[in-house]
């Protein structure tokens, strides 16, 4: 079955460690998103990324680093400059930008700094 | 800038009754329109989408939306609902960077 996985499923850190999370997708897309989402405020993008060894901050990146060395790969670094890390990190992909923006979303990593 | 406003933080109902989650949003391209479920602790998941033509757009468990240009409105509605519709739904408008922007999402609580 094509998809995206996000692993961890749940993370607890220390507070002034850094974390990687995971997100691979089949899907063949070109694109890959980094959404952060907090209770009552939605989903804010953080970083996007609409092909490999490309990649634009979104409207919260800083504390945040991405990668995008393989096209099925887009692993989010969440830094100890992250004022406030907890909260609920969704991965998404999409076709080729341009072809109606529709996005497939992974499960989720729900990230605890202790 | 596109921009998208969701009027309810929560709508409760009961069981078999109908609603409408409302949607309004800002743009000033050509508009595609989205609207997303998520259950608790999980991922979105596409419910229906609005790219062109009928204004009224029909998509998974029995939901509908309408799209109205001249209010800058896609509402979403469905009939009559069911304890497992119970879910935060999120509207979503394509910007001119074909990014998703997303509203802050309505949460349905359905009660027996």
């Known amino acids: 079955d094509g998809g995206i996985t996000q692993s961890p499923k749940y993370l607890f850190r220390k507070e002034g460690q850094n974390v990687t999370l995971s997100c691979e997708q089949n899907?063949?897309?070109?694109?890959m998103y980094w959404y952060r989402q907090d209770p009552g405020q939605g989903l804010r993008l953080i970083y996007y990324s609409q092909i490999v060894n490309d990649f634009q901050k979104g409207d919260i990146a800083e504390g945040y680093s991405v990668s995008r060395e393989k096209k099925e790969s887009f692993p989010l670094t969440v830094t100890s400059a992250q004022k406030n890390p907890t909260a609920f990190y969704l991965c998404a992909s999409s076709k080729r930008t341009g072809q109606f923006g529709e996005q497939f979303f992974g499960p989720g990593t729900r990230l605890t700094v202790l | 800038a596109q921009s998208v406003t969701q009027l309810d933080s929560q709508v409760p109902v009961f069981e078999e009754a109908p609603v409408e989650l409302r949607c309004n949003y800002s743009?000033?391209?050509?508009?595609?329109l989205f609207w997303y479920v998520q259950y608790p602790n999980q991922g979105l998941q596409l419910l229906l989408k609005?790219?062109?033509?009928?204004?009224l757009v029909k998509g998974i468990n029995g939901f509908e939306a309408e799209f109205n240009k001249s209010q800058t409105s896609f509402h979403l509605r469905k009939p009559s609902v069911h304890i497992s519709d119970t879910a935060e739904y999120f509207c979503a408008v394509r910007d001119n960077t074909d990014k998703l922007i997303f509203g802050t999402g309505t949460r349905l609580q359905v009660f027996p």
């Open positions: 609005y790219l062109s033509g009928s204004t």
């Open positions: 743009s000033s391209v050509s508009v595609y």
């Open positions: 899907l063949n897309h070109d694109a």
